[in-house]
């Protein structure tokens, strides 16, 4: 019998989750089914089915031995990392749960979760790059990513070397002969190659395959990692790592949060690769708050199902534009005309996506008339939430982009941008039709 007194003298030790089964008779359990357990053991936390929003800002240690135990781990005086939860800039319960869980979607080892898509970019860069190195990247990226290598790297003396989403395995190889060779000069190396498929606007997919093995040849075991940002078809319609890509990237924000009502980011991918990148973000801060994460473990629960119905939603939306008189043409994945494209489609995707570009035959004057008619559309940046988006890139992200540039890229007045949601999808083609027909 335990009084109240040796209740007080004597804590309890702190219990330990229960095993995670991930398997049942040999036979993994698919993502969507570990959404709703995994990462979380409710006898931790009074028995509640779903995980409380630990607002702290520190954890109290069981005793002074631990508390130094924390810190070796912390400053990597001890190998293995920090054991258990220490101060909340490094890490806490809501966003190990998501990490958890996001690492099982790419089937990665390791999860870091950021305040942003671009803080998850930014530091995840950072923690690669040092002084006189080089990183490879596909063009286009989203616009603050290219800002930052091309503006805010530079400062540190770091370069970049770029190259167009659909190169061949040919001009890959003369783009890493390239960088190493640029490296060679500035005294550094190739410290990643970074890639965003498919590229936003042009809806170009990038041949990660065929990149990963122009890595290997180009380099030894050591060579740079290839990192990937995959928010436009992710987590759902490709696995990067499957392909041969070392860090998977996302924008939170888009898809996997899916309710345009937060802002988040994440990386996964080998625990090597994702050690440095936590390293920093322990240093710098950047990770995402546990209420944005408990509201993403509760996106997770729902993200198959939401993108499925997105993107059935466009192939019908996209298959009532395609003949269209209005419609000059589509930049949609499930019509893809190059073989080459349509060849790296096969290999690499599950999916169309529900984000495409339609021309709108005409110029500004047309594609404004026409988003100003839509009525279910919100006219609206982002994509990937329950609602249709539309927006003309030209005017409005793309605005301050160099006119040649855009040019280059495709970039015309008459590109409207359609992200579609999860509405009903008859209703959402009566909207495009009576749309178009004021145009
Ligand atoms: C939105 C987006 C980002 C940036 O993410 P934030 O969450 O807005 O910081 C990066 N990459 C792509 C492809 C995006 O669409």
């Known amino acids: 019998m335990t009084d109240a007194t040796d209740a007080v003298t004597t804590p309890t030790p702190r219990r330990k989750p229960k095993p995670e089964i991930t398997t049942i008779g040999g036979r993994p359990l698919k993502p969507s089914t570990l ?82 898509g671009m803080t998850a970019i930014t530091v995840m860069m950072l923690a690669y790059c040092n002084a006189g190195d080089v990183i490879v990247h596909s063009g286009p990226l989203y616009a603050a990513t290219e800002g930052f290598v091309a503006k805010v790297l530079s400062k540190f003396g770091i370069t970049y070397v770029d190259f167009p989403a659909g190169a061949t395995r040919e001009e890959m190889d003369a783009v890493l002969a390239k960088a190493k060779s640029q490296a060679d000069e500035h005294g550094g190396k190739v410290a990643m190659i970074y890639l965003e498929s498919p590229a ?148 690499h995707c599950l999916g169309a996506g529900s984000t495409f570009s339609l021309f709108i035959k005409g110029g500004e004057a047309e594609a404004f008339r026409f988003l100003d008619s839509m009525t279910i559309a919100k006219l609206a940046v982002s994509l990937g939430g329950t609602e249709t988006l539309a927006s003309l890139p030209a005017a409005m992200t793309h605005l301050s982009v160099p006119d040649e540039r855009k040019a280059q890229l495709g970039i015309t007045d008459n590109l409207v941008r359609i992200s579609i949601g999860i509405e009903d999808p008859d209703d959402l083609i009566a909207d495009f039709d009576q749309a178009l027909a004021k145009v």
């Not at 258990?84 to 979607?105: A, K, T």
């Open 200 to 347: 936003n606007p042009t809806n170009a997919l990038v041949d990660v395959e065929a990149m990963s093995a122009a890595r290997d040849a180009a380099f030894d075991a050591d060579g740079p990692p290839i990192a990937i940002d995959n928010t436009f078809l992710g987590p759902l319609w490709q696995r990067p790592l499957d392909q041969g890509a070392d860090i998977v990237v996302y924008s939170l924000t888009k898809y996997v949060g899916g309710h345009s009502d937060l802002v988040a980011g994440s990386i996964a991918g080998a625990k090597k690769w994702m050690d440095p990148v936590r390293a920093l973000r322990n240093t710098m801060g950047g990770i995402c708050d546990p209420n944005t994460a408990w509201m993403l473990l509760r996106s997770l629960e729902t993200v198959e199902l939401r993108m499925q119905r997105a993107g059935e939603n466009a192939a019908k939306v996209c298959a009532f534009l395609r003949d269209h008189p209005k419609v000059e043409g589509l930049g949609y994945l499930g019509f893809i005309s190059d073989p080459r494209q349509q060849d790296i489609y096969n290999r």
């Open 35 to 116: 959404m709703m357990g995994h990462g979380y053991d409710p006898a931790l936390s009074e028995g509640s089915l779903k995980a409380p929003i630990f607002l702290t800002s520190t954890f109290a240690f069981e005793n002074a031995a631990a508390g130094k135990r924390h810190f070796e781990g912390i400053t990597g005086k001890r190998p293995g990392g920090a054991e258990g939860l220490v101060y909340s800039r490094f890490n806490g319960p809501n966003q190990e749960i998501l990490e958890d869980r996001l690492s099982i979607w790419d089937g990665a080892e390791d999860a870091l979760s950021f305040s942003s």
